[in-house]
């Protein structure tokens, strides 16, 4: 099975940037769509970013422009660069893979923007 293990969340002052990574294990081959999910507290998870095999990515309204997911293949790792961070941005952050009708989750990362 895919296994996916994010990192590189912390604390960040509003305006201020943070890439997370999202490393891949598994049958990564047989992935086809990958996101970026996050979930503040006491709010339900949303979506950020998913791209899918085609490398088409779609982004929520409320980080379009701000927020760019890329991937290397060599390293079988994707990432999420967070720019112009705004408080409410904070939150856990989730990768996702969703490969032969499945579904994988990271444990998460927890990103805090805060002066």
């Known amino acids: 099975q895919v296994q996916l293990v994010e990192s590189g969340g912390g604390l960040v002052r509003p305006g201020g940037s943070l890439r997370l990574s999202c490393a891949a294990s598994?049958?990564?081959?047989?992935?086809?769509?990958m996101g970026w999910y996050r979930q503040a507290p006491g709010k339900e998870r949303e979506l950020v970013a998913v791209?899918?095999?085609?490398?088409?990515?779609v982004y929520a309204n409320s980080v379009k422009g701000r927020f760019a997911a890329s991937r290397d293949n060599a390293k079988n790792t994707v990432y999420l660069q967070m720019n112009s961070l705004k408080p409410e941005d904070t939150a856990v952050y989730y990768c996702?893979?969703?490969?032969?009708?499945?579904?994988?989750w990271g444990p998460g990362t927890l990103v805090t923007v805060s002066s």
């Open positions: 996702n893979a969703h490969y032969l009708g499945l579904n994988a």
């Open positions: 598994g049958p990564i081959f047989s992935i086809n769509v």
């Open positions: 791209t899918i095999s085609g490398g088409s990515t």
